[in-house]
């Protein structure tokens, strides 16, 4: 039966997107014959009524164009974005050659690196919308900008432009959101690059499983907010013009006190994936290399709407030097472009550190919130040993966690090191029963590895 339905609606999406990239393929070729007509001409595209009916009402493609109630200039332009991933020989009359200059037309906009070749991007909109028509372009740009519908409604989006490429350079980028609703089951298109210099942060426990103190809580519910709520301050409440399309925050605080977990708590809360950038993979020391690294990972983040997290960030945020050198002059360089990628990026970016005082006062003016994570208290520690253990674990009458909570100082971090070791000792045994002195020898070496004793 659900095999059944599954082919019932491929059928019906595949019909309505036929009639959707035709569409496209004659506005494409109406487009092509007035630019290189005698004369030239600009028509204003798409004609009105001419887009196909969306009749089927079993199309989840057709349900999700009616409910957001796009326009017809709205659907040619996903119509664009699309042909690239169902249909891509499509566009390949856009990469056609000038015969005087034997380049690529420079006004037809399509991707020509290995990773975009032949991709629409904003120019190719641009030229699809309005030709050489200087007034219809400006008002192609307008429907493309990042206070514009389709940005706002969360289903279409010029991404990020190389370092030095024209703003409109940018790849057209349909939301993963919009996909999965739109083409269910399509899950492949919105899979993100997978030799980005970044991995996804998982994890299985749940926003109750933080053992924080409340004001830490609470300033990582006000980073919730921004995510539930920034964009409708930002556009409906018209404080775009206003504050940076964005938020950042540093995370400070001692190994083992919860910032990745917390990161990862926010975005399952929140219902957004979130990445850790791993900055030993992103900085170069080719030139050119390093902004490249980070333009890959924040386009990635612009088209699928993800949490950045960027952990030992004082590795690019430290106290800077004075320059002595054309190495330094770069290194420099390099930091201003991840600060104006950060400023720029329309979501949420974390910066984790060990020590507040390794970031620089300059950067840390930039940030919206700076949430201290402190080793828990005796109570809060009671609470992380009490909840550590599994459930099929017994406890000896003489391991005493009170005595452990209240003597040793340690983060949550290092409590799940010595249970794992303790816990691990049982297995061996051959037993479920976690005995004092193991947990003790855990504790002990934990410590030691910390410079301190027990």
């Known amino acids: ?27 494409l070729q109406a487009r092509l014959s007035s630019y290189f007509g005698q004369p030239p001409a600009s028509p204003v595209l798409p004609q009105a ?8 009402p079993d199309c989840p493609y057709s349900a999700a164009l009616r409910h957001l109630e796009l326009d017809e200039t709205e659907r040619l332009l996903l119509a664009l974005a699309l042909a690239h991933h169902l249909r891509p020989q499509l566009l390949d009359v856009l990469s056609s050659r000038n015969e005087v200059t034997q380049r690529p037309y420079t006004e037809f906009g399509v991707g020509n690196s290995a990773a975009n070749l032949n991709a629409p991007t904003g120019e190719t909109a641009c030229f699809l919308l309005a030709g050489d028509d200087m007034a219809a372009r400006l008002q192609a740009i307008s429907r493309l900008a990042p206070e514009g519908r389709l940005a706002r409604l969360g289903v279409l989006r010029v991404a990020a432009p190389l370092p030095g490429e024209r703003p409109l350079s940018g790849a057209l980028t349909l939301s993963p959101g919009f996909l999965a609703q739109a083409l269910p089951g399509l899950s492949l298109l919105t899979r993100p690059d997978q030799d980005l210099p970044a991995q996804r942060v998982d994890t299985t426990l749940a926003w109750s499983d933080l053992v924080l103190p409340a004001p830490t809580i609470e300033q990582l519910e006000d980073i919730g907010l921004w995510l539930n ?6 556009h409906e409440w018209g404080m775009a013009r206003r504050i940076a399309p964005g938020y950042v925050c540093l995370f400070h605080g001692p190994p083992g006190t919860g910032k990745t977990l917390s990161a990862g708590l926010l975005g399952q809360r929140c219902g957004r994936e979130v990445w850790r950038v791993d900055l030993s ?21 612009e088209q699928h709407q993800w949490i950045l997290f960027f952990d030992e960030a004082d590795a690019l945020f430290g106290k800077r030097t004075s320059v002595s050198d054309a190495h330094d002059r770069y290194a420099n360089q390099e930091i201003s472009y991840l600060l104006q990628r950060i400023e720029d990026y329309a979501g949420v970016v974390i910066l984790a550190s060990n020590l507040r005082h390794n970031i620089d006062d300059a950067f840390l003016r930039r940030f919206q919130s700076v949430v201290h994570f402190a080793l828990p208290r005796a109570p809060e520690r009671l609470r992380l040993w009490r909840e550590a253990f599994p459930p099929v674990a017994r406890l000896a009458p003489d391991l005493d966690l009170p005595r452990l ?7 949550g971090g290092t409590i799940m090191n010595v249970v794992r070791y303790a816990c691990l000792r049982a297995l061996a045994r051959g037993d479920q029963t976690v005995r004092a002195q193991e947990v003790d020898e855990g504790l002990r070496r934990e410590l030691l590895k910390e410079g301190r004793s027990s």
């Open 1 to 27: 039966m659900k095999r059944d339905l599954s082919r019932t609606l491929a059928g019906a999406a595949a019909r309505t997107i036929e009639a959707e990239l035709e569409w496209l393929a004659t506005c």
């Open 405 to 411: 909570a209240q003597q040793h100082e340690i983060s």
């Open 229 to 234: 709520h920034g964009q409708t301050l930002l």
């Open 49 to 56: 009524g001419s887009a196909p009916v969306l009749a089927n």
């Open 281 to 301: 993979q992103v900085v170069s020391k080719y030139i050119g290399e390093t902004e490249k690294n980070l333009g890959r990972v924040f386009e990635a983040a």
